[in-house]
């Protein structure tokens, strides 16, 4: 039950500030029809119920479940196992994303269909499962992240160079749409298993950057598919 009313909680101090303000704005400034105004109070109960039930739903299942998975898998002794895996989950995790969806869609309109919104989803969900399977492996060789982000962030200022601009923003807005509601807990959680598992070490050093390192791979997709499109 204490479970249930703080995320009733968190997610009221979430909406409320907003809903505040464009009521204010309501009425003293813009003056909407009542029956937008009406849609939007509707929207704003629709919104916090579903994000109730939805975060309710990540800790009943979405982090216990991630944390097993990812305490399991390098009980396999074999590592390409558990990176394959992991490149497996972070692609479909990232499909199932709602916020990849949303920039994928107004990417497609925006662009007329010439972007079309299943190949972006499907690059981005690519370019985060293939740098999440590369984060796993710094877990396991405990290997130095600043190198991997110094890296990574080094070859994305290169890329953009030779990408048409309208591609930057999208690369960027995508490697902040996988830091999502669905994405991010899970990984998090799924890092925080494997390296719980691994003796000598601390899991919650290991899981710090695992979110900013894999959040590279769908700016560098992006930015890759930018440059077949240009």
Known sequence: MQSVNETIKEVVQAILPVALVVIVLQF????LPMEDFLQFIIGVVMVSAGLIFFLMGVHIGLLPIGELIGSSLPRFGKVWIVVLLSVILGFVITVAEPDVRVLANYVDTVSDGEVNRHILIYTVALGLALFLGMAILRI??????????TGGYGLIFILAWFV???????????GGVTTGPLAV???LAYGVGVAAVLGGRKSSDDGFGLV???????????????????
């Open 140 to 149: 396991i060789y405990n290997f130095p992240i600043k190198y991997l982000l």
């Open 212 to 230: 900013a390192l894999a959040s590279i791979g769908p700016v560098l997709s992006v930015l890759i598919l930018g440059i077949i499109y240009g």
């Open 164 to 174: 048409p601009e309208q591609f930057i923003s999208i690369s960027f807005d995508a």
């Open 28 to 31: 003293t400034i813009i003056w």
């Open 185 to 187: 807990p899970f990984i």
